[in-house]
């Protein structure tokens, strides 16, 4: 069992920056492939990036592209979501989630899920 607590949300301008963290309990967590995902009301959840367990592996959804870093400490139990060059369209709930692989996450195949918090970018 893997519980997930994400933090970092809030209020920022648009071309401003802001970092969110996942804290994860239990001692598997670096066995673990992680990614991030956001939804807007009325809209599916999608998938924004994702890491490998070992943090060598990293994937990201077009749009976020070389505003927006994953990262992973397992000796801390969380991984980050350092996002930069923020817009209004990245106003959403974002979640962390945990998966068996890689690639089960970047298909959003995950068997844990955090409760979210909101980010929100004013133009």
């Known amino acids: 069992q893997v519980q997930l607590v994400e933090s970092g949300g809030g209020l920022v301008q648009a071309g401003g920056s802001l970092t969110l963290s996942c804290a994860a309990s239990g001692r598997t967590f670096s066995t673990y492939a992680m990614g991030w995902f956001r939804q807007v009301p009325g809209k599916e959840r999608e998938f924004v990036a994702g890491?490998?367990?070992?943090?060598?592996?990293?994937s990201y959804t077009d749009s976020v592209k070389g505003r927006i870093t994953i990262s992973r400490d397992n000796a801390k139990n969380t991984v980050y979501l350092q996002m930069n060059s923020l817009k209004p369209e990245d106003t959403a709930v974002y979640y962390c989630a945990a998966g068996r692989s890689f690639a089960a996450v970047r298909g959003g195949m995950t068997d844990y899920w955090g409760q979210g918090t909101q980010v929100t970018v004013s133009s």
């Open positions: 890491i490998s367990a070992s943090g060598v592996s990293k």
